[in-house]
């Protein structure tokens, strides 16, 4: 069964530092890693989108990274910011192109002064 | 403004009664979707179309039905509505299939009474 799980389930860090969220996957074959940030209220907006040959990719202060031997990933967010408070989703799609996304359950960001 | 728009946005209603969610994308993508997401915020596909032909039909009730009159275009209709459909309902569109980039709408919080 294809799976998707994030960790931490939620995290609070103070406005300025740094952190990584982690994805780990057990979907295969794969085609790409997606992460998206999801405000209260909002849908979904996609941050980074990776194939399997990948490694890194970035977005601003969002970078993120892949290990398609180890099937995972991570989010690494730079100098945060309050706006930065979110849930973060990471998503990955099989191979195929009426193949269904399976959805991580998301790790919920609180930036704090 | 460039989007996916779904109406409404909050839509409360008593148990046994049909309702219907529209949604409209003007990025002239050829894919559509139908997400839920539930109270811990779980992302779960329902229904995909694409050039409005139902590609992916996931183990849903038969009380929801995807109509697509054009491309541009994903209605959800639901009959009998029960207590365990109130969830937060989310339209997307992509271009090229589900491994392409998806936009999110913004979601219809739909409550069951």
């Known amino acids: 069964k294809n799976q998707v799980e994030q960790s931490p389930q939620s995290l609070i860090i103070l406005e300025g530092k740094n952190c990584t969220l982690q994805c780990n996957y057990t979907v295969s074959p794969f085609s790409n890693l997606r992460w998206y940030k999801q405000d209260t209220g909002r849908g979904p907006v996609s941050l980074t989108i990776?194939?399997?040959?990948?490694n890194t990719k970035s977005n601003g202060r969002y970078t993120a990274t892949l290990d398609a031997d180890t099937k995972q990933s991570s989010l690494h967010i730079t100098a945060s910011q309050l706006s930065d408070s979110a849930s973060y989703i990471c998503?990955?799609?099989?191979?195929?192109?009426?193949?269904?996304?399976?959805f991580g359950t998301g790790t919920r960001l609180q930036v704090t002064l | 403004d460039t989007a996916v728009s779904q109406t409404p946005k909050y839509l409360v209603t008593q148990m046994g009664n049909d309702k219907s969610i529209k949604c409209e994308q003007n990025l002239g993508h050829d894919t559509m979707y139908w997400y839920k997401q539930d109270s811990k915020k779980f992302l779960k596909i329902m229904f995909s179309y694409n050039n409005k032909e139902l590609i992916i039909n996931e183990t849903v009730p038969n009380r929801f039905s995807p109509k697509s009159p054009d491309k541009a275009h994903l209605n959800l209709h639901i009959n009998s509505l029960e207590l365990g459909d109130s969830a937060v309902y989310f339209c997307?569109?992509?271009?090229?299939?589900?491994?392409?980039?998806?936009?999110f709408g913004p979601g219809t919080r739909l409550t069951v009474l």
């Open positions: 998503v990955v799609s099989p191979t195929g192109t009426a193949s269904k996304l399976t």
């Open positions: 997307a569109s992509s271009q090229g299939g589900t491994r392409s980039e998806q936009f």
């Open positions: 990776m194939t399997f040959s990948e």
